[in-house]
Structures are given as structure tokens and as C-alpha cells.
């Protein structure tokens, strides 16, 4: 037996090994981290884009949408980030998220884009976890159901309106499925009345140049 | 055979990770609704089973016996984390289909197999090579199932390819049914059970024919008197 062999076999050994293991693996994590950290943000913040540009038309703004935010208290706890659209100085559309609840046990994520005047420009989802083949049908991938809210407004159809059809209101259900297009109808109508609620602090709260200062205060969302 | 022959006869076939070890099937079964996802988390598993091998299989003087399965845990999570930010960076598309999972390729436990049962006693080129193949055979059998899974669950083959894996693969995708209403259960998770069932059965069949085959030619030769190199090579 050698010294090497004598030293690997001393319980002291076991330990520096590990611990001179995770420590490089760490280094090697954290500079990892460091080099794709831009990279990854950038990709989320493409996708935020490609969200909001789904529900917003590129011909309704010249500004950059995505650090154009303002956040508000959504009234049960949580807050809303909401993006404005703006031509110069006037807002001319919001775009935010919001959940509604399905048939699946976790809630649908959803985004919708509202003009000042509280009619709906779209609404897209951004993810689910709905049955494939029945209630995933609300993907504008797979049908166009999604696109029967554009132009609707929280006074048209009216409060009896915003039901599905099932439930003697204006929107489709699907064959099969009439338990995920209930809860987004819902949820886009509770979506509405944040809008309808907060309306003139969205439309004409704050210039562009205070949205601004708040920006940093975020960046690390 | 030679030693590599060897290793890829069984990382292919003989040892499939899914078809012969019966490892890993929890991804086999989540990611395997469709062949692009099947493709996409088999060759992001083949990238860390490789590495994880040859990092493995390089240390395997310095790790000592004794505490070396929370080495090699150690080293397989490091490059699972690795595999997630790269892909989150640069394969951004696939990463959203696949995130959930690729962060769960950690536990499994077909990589901590090849490097207890095959890295920590071989050499590097032969442990890298050993990790590719049984990379390749688990992506092998997650294409398949997906495939099977898609075609009869929704009539397309490699559907989104282009979109997920890059705009070279756009040629793959194929509508193998035009105007098909769907199969719902072969796209939900007993689709997978039903896929992996029936494939494990088929490579039972042809694995037992093989062996007959073997058999008859085993008797040819003996009958013939002089028996030939070929059959002590296949009893070894």
C-alpha cells in the first residue's frame, strides 16, 4: 500500500473529496449562471413581447411595451403588471395577464388587450393545463373560439351576455368541454371589470417619464 | 466483436435503457405524446448521460468507493442545471415544452446506472462512447413511442420539428392522416402505457425469433461435424 492508496483510504479523504467536488461544481454553476443570465432574459423578455404583440397590433404603438408598466393592486392581494401601449404621449391600449380557472386543477394563464375605451383588441392563452383534444380547444393554435371576445366590451354583451350558451349567454361552449370555456368567459369578464375599475389611473396615471423610473425598481422581475 | 461493437449492440438493443433495463419511464411516459418531444428530451438526456460518463469515468481514481454515489449525484445534478440554462438561453422554443423535465433528468436513474454499472470501472472513450449509445438507444425508444403515440393519437408524425429543433428539421414533418379526428387516450398518459406494452412485446417477439434462428444454426453446425468459430463466439 502507498501513500496515495493509505490517504485515499482515511476518512478525512471522503470528506475533502466532497467537499473540493461541490465546491468546484459550484464555480462552475455560478459562472454558468453569470454567462447565460442575459441571454435568458432576453428570451423572456421576447416572449413577454410576442405575448402582448398577439393582443395588441404593432400599428397601435410606437413604444417598447414591455418597460412601459404600470403595477396595481388586483383587489384580492395580488398585483397586476400592466403594459401600455402608447402613440407619443396618449395610452392607447393595456395589455396584462390573468388566470381563470378550468377544468384542470391549475389555473389557465391568460393575456388580453383592452382599448381606452374598454373594448377588447384580444385575449390569448398563455398556458394550460386543460384535457388535450377538449379543453385545450381554447388555443387560437387549435380553433377560433378565442377570437369571438375581440370587440367585446363589459356592456356588450351586457352582465347576461357573458355566459356560455349552456348557461343562456352569448359565447360557445364545445362539444364535451363546456367547463373550460364557463371559466375563461369568467375570468375575461373579472378581467374587464379590473379594467372598467382602474380605468383612469391605466389610461391617464402617469407620464411615460415617472413609468420609466419605476423601471429599474423591477428589473429583477 | 470488439469491445465497442459490444457497447453498441447493447446501448441500442440488448440493454435498452427503456426496452431492456425498464428505466427511466417516468419521462418515457410524460414527455412521449408526440415524436418531436420524445427526440427533443432523448437527445437532451444523451448530451448529459455522455458527459456525466466521461466526467465520471475520468474521476473514477480520485472518487473513493465509499462515498462516490453522492459524487456522482453531485456531478449529474451540476450538469443537469448546466443542460437547463443553456437550453433556456439558446434553445429557448424546446426548453418551453420540455422545461418541467429537464430539470428532472437528475433522477434519472438510468444516468446514475451507467455510471455505477459502467464509468467508474472503464475507461473515458470507452464510458463517453457507452454514454452515447445508451443516449442514442433511449432516444431511439422515446422517438419510437412518440411516434406510435402521435400517429394514432393525432395522425401526424414529428409535427412543430422545424419550430422546436430548428428549421432544418421542417422536412421531417408529416401528416399521416389527412383530416384526422384524433385518438384522445394514445395522447394522454394510458397512451403511453399502451405504447410502451405493445413495443415491449414486438421486441420480445423479435428477440425470441433471433435466439431460434441462433438455435437452428447452432444444430446446423454440429450436425455438419465441424463446428465453426461462430457459435463459441455467440455462447460467450
Given at each position: 500500500m502507498n501513500a496515495w492508496q493509505r490517504f485515499r483510504s482515511h476518512l478525512a479523504y471522503h470528506a475533502v473529496q466532497l467537499g473540493v467536488l461541490a465546491l468546484l461544481a459550484g464555480a462552475v454553476l455560478a459562472g454558468f449562471n453569470h454567462m447565460t443570465a442575459v441571454e435568458i432574459a432576453k428570451r423572456q423578455n421576447e416572449d413577454l413581447n410576442n405575448s402582448i404583440g398577439q393582443v395588441v397590433p404593432?400599428?397601435?404603438?410606437?413604444?417598447d411595451m414591455v418597460h412601459d408598466v404600470i403595477t396595481v393592486p388586483n383587489g384580492h392581494g395580488g398585483r397586476i403588471k400592466v403594459y401600455r401601449a402608447r402613440m407619443g404621449q396618449k395610452v392607447t391600449a393595456v395589455a396584462y395577464k390573468f388566470v381563470a380557472h378550468g377544468y384542470a386543477p391549475s389555473p389557465i394563464t391568460l393575456i388580453m388587450g383592452v382599448d381606452p375605451n374598454g373594448h377588447i383588441l384580444g385575449v390569448r392563452v398563455l398556458s394550460l393545463s386543460e384535457?388535450?383534444?377538449?379543453?385545450?380547444?381554447?388555443q387560437a393554435k387549435k380553433t377560433h373560439?378565442?377570437?369571438?371576445?375581440?370587440?367585446?366590451?363589459?356592456?356588450?354583451?351586457g352582465a347576461k351576455g357573458w355566459h356560455v350558451k349552456k348557461d343562456g349567454g352569448d359565447f360557445d361552449q364545445f362539444t364535451g368541454a363546456t367547463i373550460t370555456p364557463r371559466g375563461v368567459v369568467k375570468g375575461v369578464y373579472a378581467a374587464l371589470q379590473f379594467f372598467a375599475a382602474h380605468r383612469p389611473l391605466l389610461i391617464h396615471g402617469q407620464t411615460p417619464a415617472s413609468a420609466n423610473l419605476m423601471h429599474p425598481m423591477q428589473g429583477g422581475e | 466483436m470488439s469491445q465497442y461493437q459490444q457497447i453498441m449492440k447493447d446501448g441500442l438493443w440488448?440493454?435498452?435503457?427503456?426496452?431492456?433495463?425498464?428505466?427511466?419511464l417516468c419521462p418515457t411516459m410524460a414527455v412521449t405524446s408526440t415524436a418531436t418531444n420524445g427526440l427533443g428530451m432523448g437527445l437532451a438526456t444523451t448530451v448529459v448521460l455522455a458527459l456525466s460518463n466521461l466526467i465520471i469515468s475520468l474521476l473514477r481514481n480520485v472518487?473513493?468507493?465509499?462515498?462516490r454515489i453522492p459524487a456522482f449525484v453531485l456531478l449529474i445534478a451540476s450538469l443537469v442545471t448546466l443542460m437547463d440554462m443553456s437550453m433556456d438561453a439558446w434553445l429557448h422554443q424546446l426548453y418551453q415544452v420540455l422545461g418541467l423535465f429537464i430539470a428532472l433528468i437528475v433522477v434519472n436513474c438510468a444516468i446514475l446506472g451507467r455510471a455505477e454499472a459502467f464509468a467508474s470501472k472503464n475507461k473515458p472513450l470507452a464510458s463517453l462512447f457507452d454514454g452515447i449509445t445508451m443516449g442514442l438507444g433511449f432516444t431511439l425508444a422515446l422517438t419510437i413511442i412518440g411516434g406510435v403515440r402521435e400517429v394514432i393519437g393525432?395522425?401526424?408524425?414529428?409535427?412543430q420539428a422545424s419550430q422546436l429543433l430548428g428549421p432544418?428539421?421542417?422536412?421531417?414533418?408529416?401528416?399521416?392522416?389527412?383530416?384526422y379526428r384524433g385518438f384522445l387516450i394514445m395522447v394522454l398518459p394510458p397512451g403511453g402505457f399502451l405504447a410502451l406494452g405493445f413495443l415491449l412485446a414486438l421486441k420480445r417477439q423479435v428477440d425470441q425469433a433471433q435466439a431460434r434462428r441462433a438455435e437452428q444454426r447452432k444444430k446446423a453446425t454440429i450436425s455438419s461435424i465441424a463446428p465453426e468459430p461462430v457459435g463459441a463466439e455467440q455462447t460467450a
Open positions: 404593432a400599428s397601435m404603438h410606437d413604444n384535457t388535450p383534444g377538449l379543453g385545450d380547444k381554447i373560439w378565442i377570437f369571438a371576445f375581440n370587440g367585446k366590451s363589459l356592456h356588450n354583451p | 440488448n440493454n435498452n435503457v427503456v426496452f431492456a433495463q425498464m428505466l427511466a472518487i473513493s468507493n465509499e462515498v393525432s395522425g401526424t408524425l414529428f409535427a432544418a428539421f421542417k422536412g421531417i414533418e408529416l401528416t399521416v392522416i389527412p383530416d
